[in-house]
T-cell receptor, first 118, second 111 residues
């Protein structure tokens, strides 16, 4: 199993450009999420999904879109990149431990994408 | 809204000293998870605590979940240079599906 994969590893964008960060998992996990990591601010949830066809906003969703057409893939789209979106982006997946949305098993993280917006 | 706060933000210790990081939530948590991120790496799951007052050990690491399920701690006995990294706690925001991480505690160990 490859686990959670993310592409690209590094990306430099100009302000206003759009791009898609790719995330895929081969563990048949229902739950997938995107976080951004900035110094001193921990991991902040951007968007998440509890299954194919279902997505919802996290704590910092502005400027980002997601879709979940398959169980395996959860791409993150930057619509019009801004310097404030310079960050390290992590995708994570997990199985759900029960019927409650608070019942998580361990989150498996991808290696991250380091994005710089000039 | 719900917040998960971690203290301290940074900790420098001499190898062999003990280390503790604390995690506090503004609301009751149904469970809490702990992760470790090595420099340049990604977060890796350490443990999950579910029960009030629960204590779990992994070798030199001891994890506790408070009686009120609003706080948790990670204690490392006799730190080693391999313990260097950032430790995060994370808890679900109610039944929303959101998993909220604390800001993390970065541990530096001097050999």
């Amino acid at each position: 199993n490859a686990g959670v994969t993310q592409t690209p590893k590094f990306q430099v964008l100009k302000t206003g450009q759009s791009m898609t960060l790719q995330c895929a998992q081969d563990m048949n996990h229902e739950y997938m999420s995107w976080y951004r990591q900035d110094p001193g601010m921990g991991l902040r949830l951007i968007h998440y999904s509890v299954g194919a066809g279902i997505t919802d906003q996290g704590e910092v969703p502005n400027g980002y879109n997601v879709s979940r057409s398959t169980t395996e893939d959860f791409p993150l789209r930057l619509l019009s990149a801004a310097p404030s979106q310079t960050s390290v982006y992590f995708c994570a997946s997990s199985s759900l431990a029960g019927t409650k949305l608070s019942s998580y098993n361990e989150q498996f993280f991808g290696p991250g994408t380091r994005l710089t917006v000039l | 809204g719900q917040q998960v706060m971690q203290i301290p933000q940074y900790q420098h210790v001499q190898e062999g000293e003990d280390f503790t990081t604390y995690c506090n939530s503004s609301t009751t948590l149904s469970n809490i998870q702990w992760y470790k991120q090595r420099p340049g790496g990604h977060p890796v799951f350490l443990i999950q605590l579910v029960k009030s007052g629960e204590v779990k050990k992994q070798k030199r690491l001891t994890f506790q979940f408070g009686e009120a399920k609003k706080n948790s701690s990670l204690h490392i006995t006799a730190t080693q240079t391999t313990d260097v990294g950032t430790y995060f706690c994370a808890g679900p925001k109610g039944n929303t599906g959101k998993l909220i991480f604390g800001q993390g505690t970065t541990l530096q160990v001097k050999p």
